[in-house]
């Protein structure tokens, strides 16, 4: 079960990693690529938009340029700016003359032409038409006709119309004073109460007046009366239309360029005029459906357009929501930046086809999910039952059921592994019977050895008695008198023989006493002089030549003297045995065994060569493996190197090991030295 789940777990987890990135790869494209090109879009639309009020500027320019050259108007025009010259120059009368100027210039020649400029202003749905003189001073007014005499040349367009004697036109703001010259009503329509607004920029107290009273309108002065020459200008005809509350500018711009495309009851597609930062004119709606008059700028677009005289092209906060936006600053005829002009879309609509991509991949990963986990319990039986069992299989051997294997049959993949399992297990009794069978032949040699070391310690007890006394009566009978030399010379040779015999049943007694570990310092040199006795007796070491290199001045060790002799044994009775097997094919004689010791700086080495069979590359690394021979069954027990390899490492040492077959064996151990002074000081400081 266990298994069932990770390789569920797992596939869900690779199933969900690879439908979220490809979610995430999706949603960055709609981000970096779809969205960034509906900004794109939208930058345009910004100057599709200026290029239709442009086209509205100019319009009116055309209109006001018909007008002034129309024969009825330029007619009356010398009349009337005589009489307004006198009205003009009557500054310092009384106000009972100004009164009967202003009566003549409107019973007389003003009647002329009001008929026109009162047919021209409804005809072209002009806001403002206000004929002057050539100094600007106001003959006639359309819309309130009962205001006039007053000078209107302070207005910065009017100024460049007198300055350069044509026509000029563009847009600016008109004061709450000029309009009420206009009417009341003029006034009114213009008036826009300022609303509240999210992330507007905050202005001082003092400043932050609920109404706006000013207007922005397109205008357009054009002279009248122009001789050929250009050096006679008679009057001026001043026209405007005002934008605030008038919507049918953006309501073009919004027709024309985003079309009516609605969401949720709001327009995607949205234009806005402003006066300085509030909105005068706008398609954008309220939540309750209203258009958002009297709104403002967002802080961070006026720093932007208004201060700094730029596009400002991103996302921007419209009064309730966000939209893809593009700003622009609008100029008057002086470059001065008196307002904006924006465009933009709707965010929402845009975005919504990422949230349904979303929706979309979550619906298809859920049921990916729910794919796989079906078709994984359909699968599971055939593919992962014979995992599990496999498993039953090998927890019933470990816990001792020998006999547990793998029933079947199984698909192709399967069958094969069963098959190879239950060879396994096979191979794993085989294995085990002969390591038993092995084990129980090492611990009845084990036993007999150990047997033949009790032996061999009484024999030797037994040896040494008589040994004593041949050895006393050779000294008893050297010491008699009327001896020859060649008696002499015989005794001498019985008494170095038992002191030789002597020593090897010393030897023996060493090697076959069981003793707990007791570490002394040790001379080296000593152990193997003490080693070539046990062996020297050997028949085969005769066959063979032995040469011992020792050095002289041998550092000390600190060790186990038996575990030390042990180590060296086993080499050498190793290495004779290889050169008695190679004897089998070459002469023995050739044989040559060497031990020799060095000092190596605070080591101490010792090397042990023969001549022999070698051994072979492949079995090198197996060689200190515990019960590892490849000599012939019932001929050795695989434990010797094991024992010398322990016996090493229980004395901080390395051995090191190199051969070619056929060629001879060199193994080198290496154990660190002491110093006398230093074993004492670590004795005594050792705990009782």
């Given at each position: ?15 969900i990693?690879?439908?979220v990135f ?8 709609f981000?970096k690529i779809y ?5 794109t879009r939208v930058?345009l ?13 100019n319009?009116l320019?055309q209109?006001i340029?018909l007008?002034?050259?129309?024969r ?7 009349n009337?700016?005589?009489n307004a ?11 009972t ?11 007389n ?14 005809k072209?749905?002009l806001?403002?038409?206000t004929l002057?003189d ?28 007198i ?7 563009g847009?600016?703001?008109?004061s ?16 826009i ?11 001082p107290t003092n ?8 207007a ?9 009366g ?7 200008v008679?009057?001026?005809l001043?026209a405007a239309r005002?934008?605030n ?9 919004k027709?024309?360029?985003?079309q ?16 300085n930062?509030v909105r005068?004119?706008t ?11 009297g ?6 677009v ?9 596009k ?10 966000y939209?893809?936006s593009?700003?622009g600053?609008?100029?008057d005829?002086?470059?001065?930046i ?8 709707l965010k ?6 990422e949230r ?6 979550s619906?298809?990963l ?10 994984y319990?359909?699968?599971?039986k055939?593919?992962?039952r014979?995992?599990e ?10 816990a001792?059921?020998?006999?547990a ?7 192709k993949?399967f069958?094969?592994?069963?098959v ?15 390591l038993?069978?092995?084990?129980n ?14 032996l061999?310690?009484?024999?030797a007890h037994?040896?040494n008695?008589?040994l ?11 010491e ?9 010379a015989?005794?001498e ?18 090697f076959?006493?069981?003793s ?8 080296l ?7 070539k ?7 085969d ?10 050095e002289?001045n041998l ?16 080499l050498?009775?190793?290495?004779l045995?290889?050169?008695v ?13 060497t031990?020799?010791?060095t ?7 010792i ?13 090198l690394?197996?060689?200190f493996?515990?019960f590892?021979t490849?000599?012939p069954?019932?001929?050795g ?5 094991s024992?010398?390899y ?19 064996t060199?193994?080198?151990i ?6 006398e002074?230093?074993?004492?000081n670590?004795k005594?400081a050792m705990?009782?």
């Amino acid at each position: 079960m266990l298994i069932r789940r990770k390789l569920l777990l797992s596939f869900i987890i690779v199933v969900i990693s690879l439908y979220v990135f490809l979610a995430l790869m999706t949603v960055i494209y709609f981000d970096k690529i779809y969205l960034n090109e509906v900004q794109t879009r939208v930058s345009l639309d910004l100057n599709s938009a200026r290029s239709l009020y442009s086209n509205s500027i100019n319009e009116l320019d055309q209109i006001i340029n018909l007008l002034s050259f129309e024969r009825n108007i330029s007619a009356g025009v010398p009349n009337v700016a005589h009489n307004a010259d006198n009205a003009d120059n009557a500054d310092n009368a009384d106000n009972t003359d100004k009164a009967d100027n202003a009566k003549h210039i409107e019973h007389n020649d003003i009647l002329y032409i009001k008929k026109y400029l009162d047919l021209y202003r409804k005809k072209f749905s002009l806001d403002i038409l206000t004929l002057t003189d050539a100094s600007g001073n106001v003959l006639y007014r359309a819309h309130n006709p009962q205001k006039y005499g007053d000078n209107i040349s302070g207005l910065s367009i009017f100024q460049r119309a007198i300055k350069e004697k044509s026509s000029i036109s563009g847009s600016m703001i008109i004061s709450k004073n000029f309009l009420q010259n206009d009417g009341k009503d003029v006034l009114e329509r213009a008036r826009i109460k300022i609303i509240p607004t999210k992330m507007a920029k905050q202005v001082p107290t003092n400043e932050n007046n609920s109404l706006e009273e000013r207007a922005l309108a397109i205008a357009a002065v054009s002279p009248v009366g122009v001789d050929y020459k250009k050096t006679v200008v008679k009057g001026h005809l001043f026209a405007a239309r005002i934008i605030n509350n008038a919507n049918q500018l953006v309501d073009k711009i919004k027709d024309q360029i985003f079309q009516d495309d609605v969401f949720q009851g709001k327009n995607v597609g949205t234009a806005t005029i402003f006066l300085n930062d509030v909105r005068v004119a706008t398609n954008v709606v309220r939540d309750d459906g209203s258009r958002a008059l009297g709104s403002r700028l967002s802080e961070r677009v006026y720093d932007k357009v208004l201060l700094a005289g730029e596009k400002w092209i991103g996302e921007a906060f419209v009064y309730n929501d966000y939209y893809f936006s593009a700003y622009g600053p609008i100029r008057d005829v002086n470059n001065k930046i008196i307002g904006a002009l924006y465009v933009g879309l709707l965010k929402t609509p845009f975005v919504s086809p990422e949230r349904r991509l979303i929706v979309i991949f979550s619906a298809i990963l859920f049921a990916v999910i729910i794919i796989t986990i079906v078709s994984y319990y359909f699968t599971a039986k055939s593919i992962l039952r014979p995992i599990e069992e496999i498993i039953e299989v090998i927890k019933k051997v470990v816990a001792g059921e020998r006999n547990a294997r793998l029933s079947g049959p199984y698909k192709k993949d399967f069958e094969t592994l069963s098959v190879t399992i239950n060879k396994m297990l096979d191979a794993f009794d085989r294995r085990e019977f002969e390591l038993k069978e092995s084990t129980n032949a090492q611990l009845s040699r084990s036993e007999k050895l150990a047997s033949i070391g009790r032996l061999a310690a009484g024999v030797a007890h037994e040896v040494n008695n008589p040994l004593t006394g041949v050895m006393t009566f050779a000294h008893l009978l050297k010491e008699k008198e009327h001896m020859n030399d060649e008696d002499r010379a015989d005794l001498e040779i019985i008494i170095r023989e038992t002191l030789r015999v002597r020593e090897i049943t010393r030897g023996l007694l060493d090697f076959s006493r069981q003793s707990p570990s007791n570490k002394e310092i040790l001379d080296l040199n000593s152990v193997v002089d003490q080693v070539k006795l046990l062996v020297h007796g050997q028949k085969d070491f005769k066959k063979i030549k032995f040469n011992c290199h020792l050095e002289k001045n041998l550092q000390k060790m600190v060790g186990d003297k038996n575990q030390i002799q042990q180590v060296m044994l086993n080499l050498i009775l190793n290495a004779l045995e290889s050169m008695v097997e190679k004897g089998e094919h070459h002469r023995v004689q050739d044989g040559m065994l060497t031990v020799m010791t060095t000092n190596r700086d605070d080591d101490i080495e010792i090397k042990i060569s023969d001549t022999g069979t070698g051994i072979k590359k492949d079995n090198l690394d197996k060689i200190f493996e515990p019960f590892y021979t490849t000599k012939p069954v019932g001929t050795g027990t695989g434990l010797g190197l094991s024992v010398v390899y322990g016996n090493i490492k229980k004395h901080a040492g390395k051995i090191r090991v190199d051969s070619e077959e056929n060629i001879g064996t060199t193994f080198t151990i290496t154990f660190p030295s002491v110093k006398e002074s230093e074993f004492n000081n670590e004795k005594h400081a050792m705990p009782m």
